[in-house]
């Protein structure tokens, strides 16, 4: 019993010159650097007026070591020696692949972040656009596909330099040496080149092994088209007095336009007249998806639609608009376009994909033709692609058409 009080005396002694030495011992110093783009922290008593070749220092040495089960390390102990600068240059790592620390301080947050972007995703190179295999005449344009460029041959609306068949197997079909034996009447060079170039030429279009270099298709100037209204049927007798013409404005997608010319084509319209602002132009795009009806039908541009709409209703035409069935219109009554009755010379309009007529062409109607819808529908899908919708409006149309004895 006796050890016991001078074990508690020893034990004291020991705790207190162990805090009297970790008092007096020199201030660690602790450092963190965060991908938070948080500046150095320095703790403990960081030595006063450290600049950045100091911080850099503090940053770059060997953290101190802790003893084991969390007490602190030995005061006197000596630091590490520095290491030797390694003289095989195959272990030296290069200067540009050292990290150095910024005499201002730590990178930023988003200098940080672009590193690790750059550390880890390689540089992505740009692909250098190819130029073509072949040659292209200025101002000209490329037809694809077997259609266009067949009833292109056959109309004579253009001027043609060249055409372009697929090499190989393609070139012995019956198709391709039609187009040989076309070309070679009109002293037309034909070139038989592979696939790839062909795609390369319609920029990834169905050419079916078919391409035709030739000058661009404009639309007739309206004032152009007056003779050409003047031979046809007369307004007055019962055949003229079912004349329809459409006209288009604003459609601005190549493949819309593209089936509205098929479709007016195909059910008998009499003309067609678009407006050239904000409009789609007659691209190789939409003689495609007209499947070549661009290249027979006689499209008329003008660049006030208005103007035409007013010298036709001037004249006594039917001006007809279209519009959604949901659409509230007060000043221009609303129909179905299966109550329409087509009894004198009529012009059907329509509008951009988007918005429609515009409000100056929709005061110049008489009435507005709607297709009503077999159900409830939901917000965004409660009408149709224009050129659908044209479609059906030509055909509820064209249907009544009297047939001659």
Not at 215 to 237: F, K
């Amino acid at each position: 019993m006796e050890s016991l009080p001078a074990f508690k005396f020893c034990f004291r002694n020991a705790v207190r010159v162990g805090l009297a030495v970790h008092r007096n011992r020199p201030s660690q110093t602790l450092r963190r650097f965060s991908v938070r783009g948080e500046e150095l922290v320095l703790e403990k008593g960081s030595p006063g007026g450290a600049g950045p070749k100091a911080a850099s220092r503090l940053h770059t040495d060997p953290l101190p070591d802790r003893a084991e089960g969390g007490e602190a390390a030995q005061p006197n102990r000596q630091p590490f020696p520095a290491h030797k600068p390694c003289r095989d240059r195959r272990l030296q790592t290069p200067s540009h692949r050292r990290w150095k620390l910024p005499a201002h301080g730590p990178p930023a947050r988003e200098e940080e972040f672009w590193n690790l972007r750059n550390d880890d995703f390689k540089e992505k190179r740009q692909p250098r656009p190819r130029p073509l295999p072949v040659g292209r005449t200025e101002g000209s344009e490329i037809l694809f596909g077997i259609a266009p460029c067949s009833l292109a041959l056959a109309r004579s609306k253009r001027d043609f330099f060249r055409l372009f068949l697929k090499s190989g197997s393609a070139s012995t079909r019956p198709v391709m040496e039609e187009f040989s034996q076309q070309a070679e009447a009109r002293g037309i060079p034909v070139q038989l080149v592979p696939r790839k170039v062909l795609d390369a030429l319609c920029t990834g279009g169905v050419h079916q092994g078919v391409c035709l270099e030739a000058t661009p298709l404009r639309p007739i100037r309206w004032q152009e088209g007056s003779s050409h209204e003047a031979e046809g049927a007369d307004p007055a007798t019962s055949e003229g007095s079912q004349l329809l013409w459409l006209a288009l404005e604003g459609i601005q997608d190549p493949m819309n336009l593209g089936a509205v010319l098929r479709s007016a084509h195909f059910l008998g319209v009499d003309g067609i007249v678009m407006s050239q602002r904000n409009s789609c132009p007659l691209t190789p795009v939409v003689s495609k998806a007209s499947a070549g009806a661009m290249e027979v039908l006689d499209v008329f541009g003008t660049d006030h639609l208005q103007s035409f709409v007013q010298a036709k209703s001037e004249q006594g035409w039917e001006i007809v608009g279209t519009a959604g069935h949901s659409a509230a219109l007060v000043d221009v009554p609303t129909e179905s376009c299966l109550d329409f009755r087509w009894t004198r010379p009529t012009v059907l309009l329509l509008g951009n994909e988007g918005y429609g007529l515009s409000p100056e062409t929709r005061r110049l109607c008489r009435r507005m033709l709607s297709i009503f819808p077999g159900r409830e529908l939901p917000p965004g899908i409660e009408s149709l692609n224009v050129s659908v919708a044209a479609g059906i409006l030509l055909h509820s149309i064209c249907s009544q058409k009297m047939k001659a004895p």
